[in-house]
């Protein structure tokens, strides 16, 4: 079955990285978007930004630009987000989500229809 | 960036009551729409994608209209597993935005 597996949970200084994984696996990787979205105690959803597997190429929210690396591993269907320069309000559950594309006439987008269980990633001194 | 409104911010109701939440979005954005339904301590799951379409495995008593700015998902009748947050999410533009979400709890 289709499945995303990430990494286990973070606990980080203020000032560290962090790298989440997300295994992939019950589908062809290289042929959906993933997509990065994380979730601070108690508040809402916030997208972080995705990645196109089959060329690498990204797209972050300009919140992140300059924080955030996503990356992945196609030999081992993976995908990664690595966010640095950690501040307390970091503190996240972190998901990974597939984007599944949807084409009509003239336009296309993606929606994620399966996410990983999350990583939680806590930052504090 | 696209900022995305629900209403109402929770809403209290029974076993089989009709439920509506409405989104909208500061600009246009077609039919790229989805909702998502979030349990505590789980991941989202789709519900509906392209504004109305039903996502494979979810009830059919979940149900989505609206185009450009204005979208509803409707609950048509309330089950004991219905009671969650629901988001709604544009897809026409990066970078992707939430709306704040709904919370569907016991009356």
């Known amino acids: 079955q289709v499945q995303l597996v990430q990494s286990g949970a973070e606990v980080k200084k203020p000032g560290a990285s962090v790298k989440v994984s997300c295994k992939a696996s019950g589908y062809t990787f290289t042929g959906y978007y993933m997509h990065w979205v994380r979730q601070a105690p108690g508040q809402g959803l916030e997208w972080m930004g995705r990645?196109?597997?089959?060329?690498?190429?990204?797209n972050y929210a300009q919140k992140f630009q300059g924080r955030v690396t996503m990356t992945r591993d196609t030999s081992i269907s993976t995908a990664y987000m690595e966010l640095s320069r950690l501040r307390s309000d970091d503190t996240a559950v972190y998901y990974c989500?597939?984007?599944?594309?949807?084409?009509?006439?003239?336009?296309?987008?993606?929606?994620?229809?399966?996410w990983g269980k999350g990583t939680t990633v806590t930052v504090s001194s | 960036d696209i900022q995305m409104t629900q209403s109402p911010s929770s809403v209290s109701a029974s076993v089989g009551d009709r439920v509506t939440i409405t989104c909208r979005a500061s600009?246009?954005?077609?039919?790229?729409l989805a909702w998502y339904q979030q349990k505590p301590g789980k991941a989202p799951k789709l519900l509906i994608y392209?504004?109305?379409s039903l996502q494979s495995g979810v009830p059919s008593r979940f149900s989505g209209s609206g185009s450009g700015t204005d979208f509803t998902l409707t609950i048509s009748s309330l089950q004991p597993e219905d009671f969650a947050t629901y988001y709604c999410?544009?897809?026409?533009?990066?970078?992707?935005?939430f709306g704040p979400g709904t919370k569907v709890d016991i009356k």
């Open positions: 392209a504004a109305s």
């Open positions: 989500a597939r984007g599944d594309i949807v084409v009509v006439p003239a336009a296309m987008s993606d929606y994620m229809d399966v």
């Open positions: 990645i196109n597997p089959n060329s690498g190429g990204t």
């Open positions: 600009q246009g954005i077609s039919s790229w």
């Open positions: 999410q544009q897809a026409n533009s990066f970078p992707r935005t």
